[in-house]
Nanobody, 127 residues
Framework: QVQLVESGGGSVQAGGSLRLSCAAS????????IAWFRQAPGKEREGIAT???????YYADSVKGRFTVSQGNAKNTLYLQMDSLKPEDTSIYYCAARRRVVGDGSRSCGFSGYNYWGQGTQVTVSS
């Protein structure tokens, strides 16, 4: 059974940094698209990054250059390093997974069809 658990959220001032973790079990990264999403109060969920092992991570324009996805040494954990945080980054952050299909890469994985989700972790950025 696939399980995803996020951690690392918190409160930070604008310009600061946070690192979120997504601990995965029950899946092999080589067979899954992994994505980070966020959802702010009253707003639609936004996909911000997609990860496929062995490929460059795809980032949405809203976070490109500020956020970085990396794989932990334990190999079952993905990190979302968030730098230069802005108040508009305040959201609940989720990691999600879906099985890759033929041809899926980090960009083509996209942000739809994810059927495994973590519980989310709150990030609050104050001005």
């Amino acid at each position: 059974q696939v399980q995803l658990v996020e951690s690392g959220g918190g409160s930070v001032q604008a310009g600061g940094s946070l690192r979120l973790s997504c601990a995965a079990s029950g899946l092999s990264y080589s067979r899954y698209c992994i994505a980070w999403f966020r959802q702010a109060p009253g707003k639609e969920r936004e996909g911000i990054a997609t990860f496929v092992i062995g490929e460059s991570t795809y980032y949405a324009d809203s976070v490109k250059g500020r956020f970085t996805v990396s794989q932990g040494n334990a190999k079952n954990t993905l990190y979302l390093q968030m730098d230069s945080l802005k108040p508009e980054d305040t959201s609940i952050y989720y990691c999600a997974a879906r099985r890759r299909v033929v041809g899926d890469g980090s960009r083509s994985c996209g942000f739809s069809g994810y059927n495994y989700w973590g519980q989310g972790t709150q990030v609050t950025v104050s001005s």
